[in-house]
């Protein structure tokens, strides 16, 4: 039995947004928290500009690649936090489900991408302090 409280981020290709939010947790939630990311639909490389926004933090996640979901993941989960995928995403009966609505940094120029990088680690941070997961 594990009393740390694992996350799932999931979006549609798993190739930014929740590729952000699980490096955001995991640096700010340590070995208190497990994390997961995938994509119902995942691409087949992480959003450059997305390396780029969070190299400038101090966080590489070039060694991170786009996840496909997995039942297990799924079921693992104390909590399922979904960004821009709508209804494929699907849905698993008594997990807490949070819907984080962002803009989808595909295509958008690094400016915005750093608005979405900042907007998701507040959130992050945000969910890791319910859970009593943030660190100091």
Known sequence: MNDRPQILFLCVHNAGRSQMAAAFARQLGDDRVIIHSAGSAPGETLNPAV???????GIDITGESPKKLTDQMARDADVVVTMGCGDECPYYPG???DDW????????????????????????????????????
């Open 95 to 97: 997990k807490r489900y």
């Open 51 to 57: 390396v780029t926004a969070m190299n400038e933090v």
């Open 101 to 136: 609505e962002l803009t989808d940094p595909a295509g958008q120029p690094i400016d915005v991408v750093r608005g979405v990088r900042d907007d998701i680690r507040s959130r992050v941070s945000e969910l890791l302090d319910e859970l009593g997961a943030l660190g100091e």
